[in-house]
């Protein structure tokens, strides 16, 4: 599971941004020099791109082409994995206290190992969380803590990520944006899974707390060029050491997505869908689903 931080903190630091002050900023413009991966789904009613998006970026980091702006300005849609609403942020802030935390004398402290614990205690503490506070958590929102407070330690912020940087041009000229899960599915994904697995979740956090900034930089770099091999590389290999994870966080839920998605692409206009470089890599990807489908997918330059 090396590496599979870079792909789980860059999910939770989107779906529960609501735990992290938000910076709103424009990204810098990216010349020639970028090419984001883009895909044209023919077949329906309405005129189809599908979008990889990285989750969170460093500020400044040069991604914004002339054709992303363009492909926004002209689309009467955008679809995203959640549009996190005031009415989003606060089911997610409930589900958090519901789902994240333990009742009845429960403790993290009881559920992990002595080290394990000593270790995930040190690091909320570097990040202001009081062990009386961190131990009420459960493993897989101790680790979404560690994991978010890693990439903003590391200079990523949420607020520079693709979708919401798209979103913000998105809401300035008024045009419909569409969710594809809720809160509550969103939540799910990460919290449906054993206390092991959990454990293996929060170890990863805790093991590579000083180097997500190296991985999620190469992650940054190869998503930034379209370089969908070395995305594949760095996203999905190592998860898939990992089945139950990487079918409840990928497989699933492009499965879940794939009737919106269809929808969507029989709705006259023009649209536009952005959901994690992920869910656009491997057999499983929402590209193949489509394409079994009876769609034609062609891929695009960015």
Same mark, same amino acid.
């Given at each position: ?11 939770? =630091? ?18 020639? =020099? ?16 599908? @979008? ?8 400044? $980091? ?81 680790? @979404? ?16 990520? +693709?979708?919401? $940087? ?48 190296? @991985? ?7 998503? +930034? ?22 079918? $409840? ?47 034609? +997918? ?5």
């Amino acid at each position: 599971m090396h590496r599979l931080l870079a792909f789980v903190a860059t999910l939770i =630091a989107t779906a529960l941004l609501a735990f992290s002050p938000a910076r709103a900023a424009e990204a810098a413009d990216a010349g020639s =020099a970028a090419s984001p991966a883009l895909w044209a789904v023919d077949g329906g009613q309405g005129q189809v791109v599908i @979008m990889g998006s990285i989750h969170l970026l460093k500020p400044g $980091t040069p991604w914004l082409t002339n054709r992303l702006q363009s492909m926004v300005a002209g689309a009467d849609t955008i679809a995203v994995e959640i549009d996190r609403t005031p009415a989003a942020n606060a089911r997610i802030q409930a589900l958090m206290q519901e789902r994240g935390f333990y009742a009845n004398g429960g403790s993290l402290e009881a559920t992990l190992p002595p080290q394990l614990y000593r270790g995930a205690v040190a690091i909320a503490g570097m990040l202001g969380i009081p062990e009386q506070q961190f131990r009420r958590f459960r493993p897989w929102a101790a680790s @979404m803590v560690i994991g978010l407070g890693a990439v903003i330690k590391a200079g990523f912020d949420p607020a520079h990520g +693709v979708e919401e $940087t798209l979103l913000r041009l998105a809401r300035q000229d008024g045009k419909a944006i569409v969710s594809l899960e809720t809160a509550d599915e969103v939540v799910a994904a990460l919290a449906d899974h054993p206390d092991s697995l959990q454990a293996d979740m929060l170890r990863q956090a805790v093991d590579e707390f000083d180097t997500v900034d190296a @991985m999620l930089s190469e992650l940054t770099a190869a998503w +930034v060029t379209g370089d969908m091999a070395a995305l594949e590389t760095l996203l999905l290999d190592r998860m898939k050491e990992s089945p139950a994870f990487y079918r $409840t966080l990928i497989v699933e839920r492009n499965r879940a997505w794939l009737p919106q998605v269809k929808t969507i692409l029989e709705t006259p206009g023009r649209h536009v869908v952005m959901v994690g470089a992920a869910h656009l890599l491997g057999d499983d990807n929402l590209l193949k689903m489509l394409e079994a489908a009876g769609y034609k +997918v062609r891929r695009i330059e960015g």
